[in-house]
């Protein structure tokens, strides 16, 4: 499951990259806009900045801004910055304990089927193709 850390990450990408190029935006007119609070946008934007996604600048005209163009943010590169796993079982997470059943396993070739969907699922999605909605 997707938890708000993951989905808001993305709402604040999707509205910053749609403000005009080069001005950044403050987290009150996001959390305005998305209606989500403006603590929580602060938790969110500050892993977004440690993973070097977006920068901040302080003081009057200060804000956020995103440091590649909404083409280069993939769904799948924020949900793995922003969620502790995007794997639907314990032993695909990283790091993982190896599985005592691992070679006798039966559903894990389905396991790894299915992880490997999602992943290229997201990773096929940018923030610009969430603004132009052509892919849906």
Known sequence: MISTKGRYAIRLLLDMAEQPSGTPVTLDSIAERQDISKKYLES???????????????????????????????????????????????????NADVCPREKNCKTLPMWINFNKMVNDFFDDITIADLISGDKF
Do not use: H
């Not at 996604?53 to 083409?71: A, D, F, I, N, T």
């Open 44 to 94: 969110v934007v500050r892993l977004l900045v440690t993973a070097k996604m977006v920068k901040g600048s302080s003081g009057k005209g200060g804000g956020y801004q995103l440091l590649r163009k909404p083409e280069e943010y993939t769904i799948g590169e924020i949900l793995r910055k922003t969620e502790i796993s995007l794997a639907p079982v314990a032993c695909l997470m990283d």
